[in-house]
């Protein structure tokens, strides 16, 4: 490992380099930035694989709603398979149903859309922290408690995204799955958050199961698992967190199957998943949102219960100074002007 690392820096460092240069460039040249003419909200992270991203842009979507506003998503739909969407929009459209998703890599242009096309009134930029051609009013960093660093290198050699000083740019931090991990060791993470990016608001969410939806739509609480053997499957970026749900629901701390992030399942992939639960004795497979919508397609009628486990992102603290900073992007007539 310590081999394939330093084969890896010098790659790193000249990826940090252009990172730098580029967004020296944004921050210099004014034009290079187009303002959406609504207030927009970034959700984006540091690192790549799962922070929890999409959960926190369904949550900033229902509070804004509860505020009376018009949300639309702008996503880029990564990773999607011809003639299907990608994995977020199916999460966004079933969880968000009355919610429009534009889908469009070119984010300037799908805020446009969402203003002309869905008469939005603020956009909601889903993994937007990089993407720095769209003006953002608000731009809201997530920082997983399990895994928050990448290892303390950009890419290939870490799993950051851009260097950690990007970080000054942030108006607001989230660390998600804060209620997994000891107290102690988030508050180290908020410690390292202010060495970068001073008196900025800090943020700590949990993940909470809601329920579990089963095949024929029944849904049910998710203490229904409580003593059941059954076999976790996922494939997203941070599979520890769902995991660890299904363990504390179920009390039993077995490992589950685990794909790649955005796996696309096929039948031989859930006639498998079939198999390995039949012979773990598993009374069900227990799956996330994320990879139901895709296994639910594929499902043979096997005689091994598919079901779906819904969590959601929740504030564990200051959810009225969260709302205070989404009620101010509409604050008043020089915001108005501002993003006309």
Known sequence: ?????????PLALAYAGVIRGRNFYYERVRSAVHAAGVP??????????GTGKTPLVIEVVRRLRTQGRRPAILTRGYRAVAGQAADEVREFHESLPETPVVVNADRVA??????????????????????????????IVLIDALAPWGGGWVLPAGRL???????????????????QVEAARVEVVCAE???????????????EAEGLRCADG????????????????????????????????????????????H???????????CAAARQRGAERVVTTRKDWVKLVAVWPDAGVELTRLDVRLRLLEASDDFDAQLRALFGGPGDRERHS
């Open 1 to 9: 490992m310590d081999v394939m690392h330093s084969l890896l820096t």
């Open 40 to 49: 927009v909200i970034s959700v984006g992270n540091v690192t790549v694989g």
């Open 110 to 139: 799908g805020a446009a859309t969402a203003r002309a096309a869905h008469n939005a009134d603020c956009v909601v930029l889903d993994d937007g922290f990089q993407h720095r051609r769209l003006g953002r009013d608000l731009d």
């Open 161 to 179: 995204r851009e260097p950690l000083g990007s970080l000054r740019r942030a108006d607001a931090f989230v660390i998600t799955r804060a209620n």
């Open 193 to 207: 958050l202010r060495r970068w990016a001073g008196d900025r608001p800090i943020y700590r969410a949990g993940v």
């Open 218 to 261: 029944r849904l049910t609480p998710p203490t229904e698992l409580a003593g059941r053997r059954v076999l976790p499957v996922c494939g997203i970026g941070n599979p520890r967190t769902f995991q660890q749900l299904l363990t504390g629901l179920t009390g039993d701390a077995e490992a589950g199957l685990v794909y790649p992030d």
């Open 263 to 273: 796996h696309n399942y096929e039948r031989r992939d859930a006639l498998a998943i």
